[in-house]
């Protein structure tokens, strides 16, 4: 009987007894561990073998982590966790700005990021799940496709990572009505928001900012004080 295939992991970090501890932690987790000392490495081995998800360090040698992400995400819209300095917010932002799905400040917990990785990978392998549907959703002008991974205003596509893509899919189905961060965060990026977690208001920004772009203004992202976001059509 064929064993069934283990999803692979990439991490990038140039701390060789980080990656040395976390590649033995996920293969005892039951997935395969691919690591690479630097951005360069990390690229040829993401074009090569084509991991499920990456792991990728800020702070590094040469090319940064969000010099890496940038370069990844010109061929690749593989699920990103960015791990990066307690309390450096510029850094989270900026990496999650790039494309980074998620990020983890160190020190983490070696369990924590396990979660998150689970999480994610979920999250891919179910994209048409309950909450935004796989057929196309309409609000005004805004179609959001989720299961052909495509949205556009007015005909004119719009560039969204895959959280992006899913939290904007959420609110357009439900277009008018105020949806919970607590929702979004669960069936955008895998997870329960945690205090003072800004991940969820970064990738909306960002949303916002595309929309923008686009020049057409019919439809905004407006947040609800205590409560989330609502999606309002002119």
Do not use: W
């Amino acid at each position: 009987m064929t064993a069934a295939p283990r999803d692979t992991v990439l991490v990038v970090d140039d701390d060789r007894r980080l990656t040395g501890m976390l590649s033995e932690l996920l293969e005892t987790e039951g997935f395969a561990c691919l690591t690479a000392p630097n951005g360069a490495r990390g690229l040829l081995l993401l074009a090569e073998q084509q991991p499920d998800l990456v792991v990728l360090d800020v702070m590094m040698p040469g090319e940064s982590g969000i010099e890496t992400l940038k370069a990844m995400r010109s061929f690749s819209d593989v699920p990103v966790i960015m791990l990066t300095a307690l309390g450096e917010d510029d850094d989270r932002i900026r990496g999650l700005e790039t494309g980074a799905d998620d990020y983890l400040p160190k020190p983490f917990a070696a369990r924590e990021l396990v979660l998150r990785i689970r999480a994610i990978l979920k999250r891919a392998a179910n994209r048409t799940d309950v909450g935004a549907g796989g057929g196309a959703r309409t609000a005004g002008p805004l179609v959001v496709q989720l299961d052909k991974q495509r949205a556009e205003i007015g005909g004119v596509p719009l560039a969204l990572t895959n959280t992006e893509l899913r939290i904007l899919a959420a609110l357009v189905g439900k277009a008018g009505a105020v949806v919970s961060r607590g929702h979004l965060s669960r069936f955008a990026i895998g997870r329960e928001l945690l205090p003072q977690d800004r991940t969820l208001d970064t990738h909306v920004s960002n949303i916002r900012r595309k929309l923008a772009d686009s020049g057409d203004t019919r439809c905004a992202i407006r947040a609800v004080r205590g409560s989330g976001y609502r999606l309002t059509v002119d």
